[in-house]
């Protein structure tokens, strides 16, 4: 298939305020009002100036042979054993970038630089999660195209998680069209802007879905772990 553009109005993002509140501490010990009040100031006005944009892509693949690789349109991914072991089912997967604009990062990184460092993460945190529901979104419409086709898809994974290099990003990157997501890559493959995330999605008759992925994870020290901030 086409690429397919994904775009979204400010007015639909929604961010889990409870989750931004357990990544603060609150499973720890109450976060005061002071501190509340200043997520849903900052949930208000990142999910404003964000500029969310993205792209998907379905992408048949073959079968592999060495069990180490994932080859989809000739590009050959080492995504390491705790993924492969997840994908070796699909025969079919979705490529994808999405991204969150620069706003979030921007009024982060203001926040940051004059000393509001508590609003300045609040706001980084903010940022995150909406681009996560943005990603949670694409795995959606792709849960959604497979379900038509009788097959079903895996966890979204991403270069930089469960041991994939995030130098892999490269590849990724040319199976996607990045003019129509607005995402750019450096020379270190950090996504730009900032609130950016790219994966894949595994589709078959035979994939499972996990509704818990940290118990697959290595990343022990992951600020997303067990939380629903982050889905990787």
């Given at each position: 298939m086409d690429p397919e553009k994904f775009q979204a109005d400010p007015a639909q993002i929604k961010?889990?305020?409870?989750?931004?509140?357990?990544?603060?501490?609150?499973?720890?010990?109450?976060?005061?009002?002071y501190t509340i009040d200043l997520v849903d100031r900052y949930i208000s006005r990142c999910t404003t100036e964000a500029s969310l944009k993205g792209v998907y892509v379905w992408r048949d693949s073959v079968p592999q042979e060495s069990g180490k690789e994932v080859l989809?349109?000739?590009?050959?991914?080492?995504?390491?054993?705790?993924?492969?072991?997840?994908?070796?089912?699909?025969?079919?997967?979705?490529?994808?970038?999405?991204t969150a604009g620069p706003g979030p990062e921007t009024?982060?990184?203001?926040?940051?630089?004059?000393?509001?460092?508590?609003?300045?993460f609040i706001a980084d945190l903010v940022g995150s999660a909406i681009v996560e529901w943005a990603a949670e979104q694409i795995h959606r419409i792709v849960r959604t195209m497979a379900d038509a086709k009788g097959m079903k898809v895996t966890?979204?994974?991403?270069?930089?998680?469960?041991?994939?290099?995030?130098?892999?990003?490269?590849?990724?990157?040319?199976?996607?069209?990045?003019?129509?997501?607005?995402?750019?890559?450096?020379?270190?493959?950090?996504?730009?802007?900032?609130?950016?995330?790219?994966?894949?999605?595994?589709?078959?008759?035979?994939?499972?879905f996990n509704e818990y992925p940290c118990e697959v994870c290595p990343m022990k020290n992951c600020k997303y772990r067990n939380t629903k901030a982050g889905s990787h």
């Open positions: 961010v889990d305020k409870q989750a931004i509140l357990s990544l603060l501490g609150q499973s720890e010990q109450p976060v005061d009002k989809i349109d000739g590009e050959r991914f080492r995504v390491g054993h705790i993924i492969i072991k997840e994908l070796k089912n699909a025969t079919a997967f979705t490529v994808f970038a999405v009024l982060a990184s203001e926040l940051m630089s004059r000393g509001n460092y508590l609003e300045g966890n979204r994974y991403s270069p930089g998680y469960c041991s994939w290099k995030v130098n892999e990003q490269q590849k990724l990157f040319r199976l996607i069209p990045p003019e129509q997501c607005g995402i750019t890559l450096s020379d270190s493959n950090l996504m730009i802007p900032v609130k950016s995330v790219s994966g894949i999605i595994g589709i078959g008759p035979g994939v499972t």
